[in-house]
Structures are given as structure tokens and as C-alpha cells.
């Protein structure tokens, strides 16, 4: 599978943005997907997943309520849909694809996008 992010770009705080992520070459419907983001001198953090039917999502604490992960199979797409962004959002932001929500949990993926970059300025 491969995955190709896009949809970054410089917002002020308080903006929003949506990223979205297209699959080719392979079973996209039947991998679970995340993002991620890094942000300068800082390790990978996950920050949301979805399953392969869309049906459950989890997001990590600091983006609940904020970020919304969303997906459309028939047109081998994962989205991030990205509001009241913050500075401390600023990071690049990756997709990635495995067969489970837990193991991108952990940090793992089959598969990973080439990343996106975002910019909050305050």
C-alpha cells in the first residue's frame, strides 16, 4: 500500500485545516488507518485511528474533541478533519495503515505516508 498525504499548510490558531491521505496498491478497505505527527526534536506521536469499516475511531487525549478521523473506501481516502488548532499543533503529520487500531497505537504501521506539513502561527 501506498500512501500519499496532503492538505497542509499555515493557519492561525484557532483555524482549521484537513488533511487527507489516498491509498494505491492494495487492500486499502481492509487496513485500519491513523495519523500521526512529529513536531521539531520531538518523537512520533499517534493521534487518531479508524477501522478498516470506519465503525470505531480513538483519538489520543490532547486532540479528543478537536480532531475528527474519517474515512471514504471508495475513494481510498483517510481524512483528518483539524479544528481550534493551536500552536503546539504545529508538526508534520503523517498517515499510516496496519491491519489493527492497536498496534498504530503503539506507535507501529505496515505502512506510512510521506507527511504533510503543518503550521500554526500564533
Known amino acids: 500500500v501506498q500512501l500519499q498525504a496532503s492538505g497542509g499548510g499555515l493557519v492561525q490558531t484557532g483555524g482549521s485545516l484537513r488533511l487527507s491521505c489516498v491509498a494505491s496498491?492494495?487492500?486499502?478497505?481492509?487496513?485500519?488507518m491513523a495519523w500521526f505527527r512529529q513536531a521539531p526534536g520531538k518523537e512520533r506521536e499517534f493521534l487518531a485511528a479508524?477501522?478498516?469499516?470506519?465503525?470505531?475511531?480513538y483519538y489520543v487525549d490532547s486532540v479528543k474533541g478537536r480532531f475528527t478521523i474519517s474515512r471514504d473506501n471508495a475513494k481510498n481516502t483517510v481524512y483528518l478533519q483539524m479544528n481550534s488548532l493551536k500552536p503546539a499543533d504545529t508538526a508534520v503529520y503523517y498517515c499510516?495503515?496496519?491491519?489493527?487500531?492497536?498496534?498504530?497505537?503503539?506507535?507501529?504501521?505496515?505502512?506510512w505516508g510521506q507527511g504533510t506539513q503543518v503550521t500554526v502561527s500564533s
Open positions: 479508524i477501522t478498516w469499516s470506519g465503525g470505531r475511531t
Open positions: 499510516a495503515a496496519d491491519w489493527t487500531m492497536a498496534a498504530m497505537a503503539n506507535g507501529q504501521a505496515n505502512y
Open positions: 496498491g492494495g487492500t486499502f478497505s481492509r487496513n485500519a
